[in-house]
């Protein structure tokens, strides 16, 4: 019997073939790479699952997961993906949505009158809802067709997007202009809920990025920061391949702080401070 060490002699038992048989699991439903340093992590995100089962050890609950997988997989995916998120994170991309790209945009599509942004790896949805007040800040007519397609694998993550109710403290720091114009308060002054204003451009839908994507595009602007960390070079390379087969020529992407496309994409010139427009 596979030995159990000292740092996973909790709760639950969790053995190295344990841990071996969620990483290989998660690579195959997600992509996701769970590397050594990620067992504290996955023991805490899968006790959960353990717990909510009242099973006795994460052997258990593997055995129960194999047995139910498609009523389980879902609860087994949301538990491992990180869900990190704020509103305006990153301000340098909002700032270039601001003051740069949007004004181009609303000048060079005057005709058409249409504006397609994806948020992939949207979480809660702060980052989608930021984009929304990015775009009712720089103003646009009414009369525009604008739409921001928020995407992520965690279902649940999703639903919290759709209610756009969010503790208080995840608006502190922002500007009052932005916290009077587009939230309002609960009564209590425990949460804040978006307005409608921002929350009629955002479309919610669960996707896998490695799975079949049902979008036509194209997108004037891809976000997904923040994403590709948890990927292997060979995804990555495909992920922006497909990124780029939904952006035109002159289109914009931006990816996380700690992320780069050296090495992974020619498709993309970089503009600095993780914005790239995409050249083929």
Same mark, same amino acid.
């Given at each position: 019997?596979?030995?159990?060490?000292?740092?996973?002699?909790?709760?639950?038992?969790?053995?190295?073939?344990?841990?071996?048989?969620?990483?290989?699991?998660?690579?195959?439903?997600?992509?996701?790479?769970?590397?050594?340093?990620?067992?504290?992590?996955?023991?805490? #995100?899968?006790? +959960?699952?353990?717990?909510?089962?009242?099973?006795?050890?994460?052997?258990?609950?593997?055995?129960?997961?194999?047995?139910?997988?498609?009523?389980?997989?879902?609860?087994?995916?949301?538990?491992?993906t990180t869900n990190l998120t704020s509103f305006f994170r990153e301000p340098h991309h909002f700032r270039f949505l601001r003051e740069q790209l949007l004004p181009q945009l609303r000048q060079s599509h005057h005709a058409g009158k249409r504006l397609r942004i994806w948020s992939a790896g949207s979480s809660t949805g702060q980052e989608a809802y930021s984009i929304a007040a990015t775009i009712r800040q720089v103003g646009f007519p009414?009369?525009?067709?604008?739409?921001?397609?928020?995407?992520?694998?965690?279902?649940?993550?999703?639903?919290?997007?759709? +209610?756009?109710?969010?503790?208080?403290?995840?608006?502190?720091?922002?500007?009052?202009?932005?916290?009077?114009?587009?939230?309002?308060?609960? #009564?209590?002054?425990?949460?804040?809920?978006?307005?409608?204003?921002?929350?009629?451009?955002?479309?919610?839908?669960?996707?896998?990025?490695?799975?079949?994507?049902?979008?036509?595009?194209?997108?004037?602007?891809?976000?997904?920061?923040?994403?590709?960390?948890?990927?292997?070079?060979?995804?990555?390379?495909?992920?922006?391949?497909?990124?780029?087969?939904?952006?035109?020529?002159?289109?914009?992407?931006?990816?996380?702080?700690?992320?780069?496309?050296?090495?992974?994409?020619?498709?993309?010139?970089?503009?600095?401070?993780?914005?790239?427009?995409?050249?083929?």
């Amino acid at each position: 019997m596979a030995s159990v060490s000292a740092s996973e002699e909790r709760e639950f038992p969790m053995t190295e073939a344990d841990f071996r048989q969620i990483s290989a699991l998660a690579g195959e439903l997600t992509g996701i790479v769970l590397a050594d340093h990620k067992r504290t992590m996955v023991y805490s #995100r899968i006790a +959960r699952r353990v717990r909510a089962h009242g099973l006795r050890s994460v052997r258990e609950y593997l055995d129960y997961l194999e047995k139910n997988m498609a009523q389980e997989a879902t609860d087994f995916i949301n538990s491992l993906t990180t869900n990190l998120t704020s509103f305006f994170r990153e301000p340098h991309h909002f700032r270039f949505l601001r003051e740069q790209l949007l004004p181009q945009l609303r000048q060079s599509h005057h005709a058409g009158k249409r504006l397609r942004i994806w948020s992939a790896g949207s979480s809660t949805g702060q980052e989608a809802y930021s984009i929304a007040a990015t775009i009712r800040q720089v103003g646009f007519p009414p009369d525009w067709d604008i739409k921001i397609l928020a995407t992520d694998l965690d279902s649940g993550v999703l639903e919290t997007g759709r +209610r756009g109710i969010y503790p208080m403290a995840s608006i502190e720091g922002l500007d009052d202009s932005i916290r009077k114009r587009f939230f309002m308060y609960s #009564r209590d002054g425990r949460e804040v809920h978006v307005k409608d204003e921002l929350r009629q451009l955002v479309h919610f839908k669960r996707l896998n990025l490695l799975e079949p994507w049902p979008l036509k595009g194209p997108f004037d602007v891809i976000f997904c920061r923040n994403v590709v960390i948890y990927f292997n070079k060979e995804t990555q390379r495909l992920l922006f391949d497909r990124f780029a087969d939904l952006l035109p020529a002159g289109s914009h992407l931006m990816i996380g702080h700690s992320e780069n496309l050296s090495g992974i994409s020619n498709r993309f010139a970089s503009l600095g401070q993780t914005i790239y427009r995409k050249v083929q």
